[in-house]
């Protein structure tokens, strides 16, 4: 019997569990209006999962960014060797040393389940379940999930969803630190009451707990959460600048919003965050191209850039550089910055790909291709974007508004192709879109 619907007929926790109790194999994929996700499960285990809009691969290397387990330098290093070999990233980040096996699995494990819990917040779709004998996933890096403990997470995430989007109503607010006298503090388990063998506390543990009661105690993950709270910000940004899923860091904002350590930026100031997130009026694009002398600029101090390089691709892939890792918020925002460029580039092959044309401007590939929010990059830039009948360029800018040969990506498109599969690149710091 065929395994398909809608989610209105039968819940996405019906569908995991019957998988689950009947040990099937084979692939689960849903549709929804804005993506398709592909679940893989191996004997009734989740050991796969995939997101048209949030690529899996592409999304592995900023995930270990953000751990600052690994520098942009040595992404942009690996994804260079992974387009030679066609390896998988994991792999050749693990073969080279740069990450243990153990951090591999743990950034996979939270991309792959990131993937499955968004689903349980989606109310409408298709889906289709197609059994197979065998399936290929990553059997060294990925440990599979039984449907079980997914279907309590997820049964948790969905009470607590619809309270948190009270407060958390868009993922384009903008929240900043309100003042407050009170020293705040982390509080973690080993803080929890300590009880003496004979059943009464500890004097030490009376007056630490005194000391405490007089400062505001919130958890790690709500004073990383804290700190990433600037006032210019989006919720968006703060859950990709953050090392936590989408679910926790929404929590800890509700949390610190509840406790009124935070609050939204309203008025004048909100309207200025909005308005560099705002989408460009046609004139914007239309009447302010990017001189042709800029372009060549560009395109030169890339081609010097990767002329200079060192031969040995290894160079920038070996633990000293590991030790050497940056934990800076620019850094990781930069990393956010060429993994929308990566994105702009497929929906502009994908555009082609369908219409025969290149678009004229971005603005045309809102919102079938890609989401508005995604034409700005993290300080709220707009990304510029040249095209002629058989190439493209799509280039991003510094904090301060400058062209950043880094965040450079120029494609040619094959005459008479409009296949995604026959362009080349060019030139261009990044190159994601092979």
């Known amino acids: 019997m065929a395994l398909e619907g809608t989610l209105k007929d039968f819940s996405l926790a019906d569908i995991f569990q019957l998988i689950g109790l009947q040990r099937k194999t084979g692939v689960l994929t849903l549709r929804a209006k804005d993506d398709t996700v592909t ?10 999962a995939d997101s048209l809009s949030h690529r899996l691969e592409n999304r592995l290397g900023h995930v270990l ?13 690996a994804l260079e060797i992974q387009k030679e070999t066609l390896q998988r990233l994991g792999f050749i980040l693990v073969h080279y040393g740069i990450i243990s096996v153990d951090a591999l699995k743990q950034a996979l494990q ?15 779709g298709d889906y289709h ?32 969803w619809p309270i948190i ?3 958390i109503r868009s993922y384009d607010m903008v929240f900043r630190k309100k003042l407050t006298d009170q020293e705040i503090v982390v509080v973690g388990a080993e803080d929890a009451d300590e009880i003496d063998f004979d059943g009464s506390d500890s004097t030490n543990m009376r007056r630490r707990r005194q000391i405490i009661s007089d400062k505001i105690r919130i958890s790690r993950e709500e004073k990383v959460i804290y700190d990433l709270v600037d006032g210019t910000t989006s919720v968006r940004e703060v859950m990709e600048l953050s090392k936590f899923s989408e679910f926790d860091t929404a929590k800890a904002l509700y949390e610190l919003l509840t406790r009124d350590l935070i609050e939204e930026v309203r008025g004048s100031a ?4 909005l308005a560099q997130a ?3 009026d046609e004139t914007d694009v239309a009447e302010t191209p990017v001189p042709l002398p800029l372009v060549a600029v560009l395109a030169l101090l890339a081609i010097v850039s990767l002329a200079t390089s060192f031969r040995n691709p290894l160079n920038s892939l070996n633990p000293l550089g590991a030790a050497q890792r940056s934990s800076s918020v620019e850094e990781t925002r930069k990393a956010i910055s060429i993994q929308r460029i990566g994105q702009i580039g497929e929906a502009v092959e994908a555009f082609n790909l369908v219409n025969g044309h290149l678009p004229a401007r971005l603005q045309e590939l809102t919102p079938v291709y890609i989401s508005p929010s995604l034409l700005h990059d993290p300080w709220g830039h707009a990304y510029k974007y040249l095209q002629q009948p058989q190439r493209y360029l799509v280039i991003g800018f510094t ?36």
């Open 165 to 167: 989007e009270k407060r």
């Open 399 to 434: 904090p301060d508004e400058k062209p950043d040969t880094d965040l450079f990506l120029s494609h040619m498109i094959e005459s008479g192709s409009p296949s995604a599969a026959a362009s080349k690149p060019v030139t261009g710091g990044i190159q994601l879109l092979d």
């Open 65 to 77: 960014i953000r751990s600052e387990l690994l520098t942009q330098d040595q992404l942009n290093r």
């Open 39 to 48: 679940v893989t499960f191996l004997d009734g285990k989740v050991v796969g």
């Open 129 to 160: 379940f197609s059994q197979e004998t065998t399936i290929e996933y990553d059997r060294d890096y990925v440990v599979p999930v039984t449907a079980e403990s997914i279907l309590m997470e997820g049964a948790r995430m969905i009470d607590e």
């Open 110 to 124: 939270l991309q792959i389940m990131q993937i499955v819990f968004r689903l349980f917040r989606w109310k409408d």
């Open 278 to 280: 705002a989408p460009l």
């Open 270 to 273: 909100a309207a200025e965050v």
